[in-house]
């Protein structure tokens, strides 16, 4: 498992928060994807409703997971590749290092990959004095630089030009330059020496297909085809969610899967992978591998509740338009997913109480649901987590929230439950805003807890009389 | 057409304690249309904080008082989004587990209206005769935009009032900052959030934004007070209730700073020259076209 820091989303976010060169960063990023998405979707010659047909479709998937994925493992070891279902990531990252071992892997090239993020791939490796190259450019960086992406699928959206420019010059030896084009190039020319020399590709999988038995990845560097190509073993890392019963699934699920990640009608590189090469063929890995990775989806898929976040296939487009992503960015997070999506899947899978921020620093506006080319409804979700959060629930092992808030709202029940118990409660609030400095009819400083609202603005006194008070006297 | 049903009044609890106008402008609309109302007076509040906090429990004591309360009425409208979204939507989420007050809620839900929508798609009117000089913007807030899909009828209705401009400011749809506790909770995030919105409504030179929730409004007028800056911040009833070319001789709404009421006619940007879009490449909406202009007033990007 990855490092877990949802601990320090206050922390972290409030960095991010004087980081105005994120913040133009994403700006940029919403404007040209986020908006990019939202006319993609319209112009589907089916209607922006394919959403929910697809929805429909990931749902009925999920409904029958067991199914799908014994059909899959089976028809992937018929085509002569071998499947392994881990139950966590340690499990999934002992078995991929074992098959390293057994080939006596030197080199592992890697296609992007936000589940290998998940898992903690990259450390362990590493650790095992395996030399892990991540393929996809905006990884590279972040490796080189010794960062974890803070976008899911442009990991290196935090940094600038120059910084990069300076990356590369310290570490690939070349002069100088913030050029894109020049600095795109020497890296491709440092990994191609590395595809060359590889004895071991790792992906991941965007999604599978129980029907013909292959999983499909997309890219649009073409750096997970390389990955999956070239070396003598391939081994693909897929979340248990992501299967398809039909192959027919795919069409539907990929137009989607592109306009909601890029506005693109489609990946540039689409690749069906469905075993080891075969006698004849003349691309393909001697050794093809699946991982089927549980690591905790096992608990959502039981709970009615959450279900629906496994209907995700990681496009980031609700990355794409969230107002709170767009300010802290995506490291605040704490964990491999960040945005609207790694609200929900981060507390499910690392812990919901550690990851409390994360549930409740969102305004529920409702953004990232309209943007899902698979319509989850991540606000319904994220309003389950606070539930959890404020009530507690020994099945999560969440333990209810600080007895402060508890008697805050069990005091604010009582008020309103009855209109002679509001009405007094407001008398005693107006006589108490008389105590708070007024300026310009307006109160300038509210006492804690809440006072984070006076540090930016300022809040209209209570009126003298209620609507209630002037209906009675004017209008009844 | 029918005669229009007796309206059972539904006024958020923060429009009752805050910000009394809005509700009573509400009144003047239908009042002046013929339309019988009638306002349970022991109301209180339909359970959006709680439920929003997570507190379910809580939140049902109050979600079931308002069921008991509103049931027999014919037809409940509010001027709020978010409440009603709480009404039509959450309550399911909140009932689902209890079958008797489920239906009932089920009900009331379909039954219950935000105040444009109810003007616009049920009595189908849009001019209502209202007077205002200025031009307005309207700023979408979630709930509605989102939550109930409402973001035309406002703006139909907007650009009936006699005498004012509507113009659209960059990204009207997008979250203000508010989010409830949200905003004390985060008062960071909040403001970063809230500081955009400013920057987009000051940019575009209007002298009123106009919006259909409470809690955006006193978030965005809350930060324009601050920065002294002549903005009006009206209520969509209000604005629909007025009948006055000027908010000021109603009385309506918040003033700028030292009492007045600012309306510049002109925008504060002068708007650009045709043909100049073009010139910065690829560029298809107002604030990028803006962005370079107002770099020297210390409000871009």
Sequence with gaps: ?476 | MTAPKPITLFIPCLVDTFFPEVGEAVVRIFQRMGISLSYPSDQTCCGQPAYNSGYRNEALIAATRFIDIFENAETIVCPSGSCVHMVRHHYLELFRNENSYLKRAEKIGAKTFELTEYLVDILQVTDLGAEFNGRITYHDSCHLRYGLEISEQPRRLIEKVHGCRLVEMDESGRCCGFGGSFAVKYPEISTAMLEDKIKSIITLGAGTVVGGDMGCLMNISGMLNRRRQPIEVLHIAQLLASRQPSAKAEGLGFKGPRGQVTEPDKPFLEPLPPGILESFGDVNNQTKVFAPTCRSFGAGR
């Design chain 1, 1 to 476: 498992m990855a490092e877990i820091k949802t601990e320090y989303y206050r922390q972290e976010a409030r960095k991010a928060l004087k980081n105005k060169v994120l913040h133009a960063a994403l700006a940029g990023l919403q404007e040209r994807l986020g908006k990019g998405a939202a006319a993609a979707y319209r112009a589907l010659p089916e209607g922006p409703g394919l959403r929910y047909e697809a929805h429909k479709m990931r749902m009925q998937a999920i409904d029958h997971l067991d199914i799908l994925l014994e059909t899959l493992a089976d028809r992937i070891c018929k085509n002569g590749g071998q499947v392994f279902f881990a139950d966590t990531g340690e499990d999934a990252v002992e078995y991929c290092l074992k098959v390293a071992r057994r080939h006596q892997v030197k080199r592992v090239v890697k296609g992007k990959s936000m589940v290998t993020e998940e898992i903690g791939l990259n450390e362990s490796f590493e650790k095992a004095g395996i030399e892990t190259v991540e393929a996809d450019l905006g990884e590279y960086i972040i490796q080189l630089a010794d960062e974890h992406p803070s976008h899911i699928i442009a990991p290196a959206i935090h940094k600038t030009r120059k910084e990069i420019g300076e990356l590369f010059a310290r570490k690939l030896g070349i002069p100088f330059t913030d050029d894109p084009p020049t600095l795109t190039q020497a890296a491709r020319k440092a990994l191609r020496e590395k595809f060359l020399s590889a004895d071991m590709g790792i992906s991941g999988c965007n999604l599978a297909c129980a029907e013909t038995g292959h999983i499909t990845t997309v890219s649009n560097e073409g750096n997970i085809r390389m990955a999956s190509t070239l070396p003598r073993v391939h081994i693909a890392v897929m979340g248990m969610e992501r299967v398809t019963a039909r192959l027919m699934d795919h069409d539907i699920l990929f137009r989607l899967l592109a306009r909601g990640a890029a506005a693109q009608n489609m990946a540039t590189y689409v690749s069906y992978i469905g075993g080891p090469r075969r006698p004849g063929q003349a691309d393909g890995p001697d050794e093809f591998h699946l991982v089927i990775l549980d690591n905790g989806r096992t608990r959502i898929l039981a709970d009615p509740e959450f279900r629906e976040i496994l209907g995700c296939i990681r496009c980031a487009a609700c990355l794409n338009v969230c107002p709170v992503y767009a300010k802290i960015g995506g490291h605040a997070y704490g964990f491999a997913y960040s945005g609207p999506i790694g609200t929900v899947i981060t507390p499910l899978l690392t812990g919901i109480n550690r990851a409390r921020d994360l549930c409740q620093g969102e305004t529920l506006c409702g953004a990232c649901r309209e943007a899902c080319p698979v319509d989850i409804d991540l606000p319904r979700m994220i309003l389950a987590l606070r539930a959890k959060l404020a009530e507690g629930d020994p099945a999560w092992g969440v333990t209810p929230a600080g007895r402060m808030e508890k008697g805050m709202m069990t005091t604010w029940s009582k008020i309103i439950s009855s209109r002679e118990y509001y009405d007094r409660s407001l008398k005693i609030a107006r006589l108490g805003q008389k105590l708070l400095p007024i300026k310009n009819g307006m109160i300038r400083h509210l006492p804690p807890p809440f006072n984070g609202w006076t540090q930016s603005r300022d809040l209209k006194p209570l009126a003298a009389k209620s609507f209630n008070e002037l209906w009675q006297k004017k209008y009844r």
